[in-house]
């Protein structure tokens, strides 16, 4: 099971941490794992776009932990997006990931 734990300040997010594998396919065919790691990367990648000093961020396999550095609202709705879009996996893959 892929597990996504955020951090908040106030009602900014300052990090998330994504560990695990879906387990719904074998590694390299999980949709699951493969629509996790888009969404989550998207995200990073366009807040780092926008300030490259926005996020610091750990990925090797099986984990993603993101520190975001700046409370900015912009950089905010970016990770509040993807906090969404994962929520809405974990309403279809229940058994596959969890949001904590």
Do not use: P, W
């Not at 900014?12 to 989550?40: E, P, Q």
């Amino acid at each position: 099971m892929i597990k996504v734990k955020m951090s908040y300040e106030g009602n900014f997010i300052t990090g998330f941490k994504v560990t695990g594998h879906a387990g719904y396919d074998v590694r390299g065919k999980d949709i699951v794992c493969a629509a996790v790691s888009s969404v989550v990367i998207t995200s990073l990648n366009m807040a780092l776009k926008l300030d490259e000093n926005a996020v610091k961020v750990i990925n090797k396999e099986g984990l993603i932990d993101a520190q975001v550095l700046k409370q900015d609202e912009v950089i905010n709705k970016i990770f509040e997006n993807m906090k969404e879009m994962l929520q809405e996996l974990e309403r279809d893959y229940e058994k596959n990931i969890k949001i904590l």
